[in-house]
């Protein structure tokens, strides 16, 4: 009995988790990443990439370089409708993702793409660098290093 009410307690646990990954359209990205005082860096990736796996711990290095200033790491996983929300979960927390993350809920990429970045032809990784501030927008499809993100951001923050 012990056995099966743990097991209970694990299964609920792992759905509440999930549950925490909201589901984002398009407009809602785009919307998240509307504050002009903070520098948005919002990486398009999935667990099923092994390029995008790669790239995601240097948001980690980044995240440690910019801990006292207005920059937020979004991480919007373009997984399939089937992996979310457990897929997603699960790899969320065996690679110990520290930042936010959302899912895409889109399925049209001929109608979302040009809504995020009209330069995309829609490989993953891609990253979108905004700062409403300085009217500072850049786009990079393709894996970037922590050191690269830096420098651009540096860059904007000084202005």
């Not at 005082?37 to 948001?59: Q, R, S």
């Not at 440690?64 to 919007?76: E, G």
């Not at 997603?88 to 995020?116: D, G, Q, T």
């Not at 905004?130 to 499809?141: A, D, H, M, P």
Request: net charge positive.
């Amino acid at each position: 009995m012990k056995f099966f009410l743990s097991f209970v307690i694990v299964l609920f646990s792992l759905s509440v988790h999930a549950q925490s990954i909201p589901a984002y359209k398009a407009e809602d990205v785009l919307q998240r990443i509307s504050n002009p005082d903070t520098f948005y860096v919002v990486n398009f990736w999935a667990t099923w990439c092994g390029p995008c796996v790669k790239e995601l711990p240097e948001f980690d290095k980044l995240e440690k370089a910019f801990t006292d200033r207005p920059v937020k790491i979004l991480l919007v996983s373009t997984d399939f409708k089937e992996d979310y929300p457990k897929k997603v979960a699960n790899f969320i927390r065996r690679k110990k993702l520290s930042h936010e993350v959302i899912w895409l809920n889109e399925s049209k990429p001929n109608e979302f793409i040009p809504k995020l970045a009209s330069e995309w032809g829609g490989a993953i990784p891609a990253t979108l660098l905004v700062y409403g501030k300085n009217q500072y927008r850049n786009f990079f499809e393709g894996s970037i290093t922590a050191k690269q993100l830096q420098l651009l951001i540096d860059k904007q923050l000084a202005y």
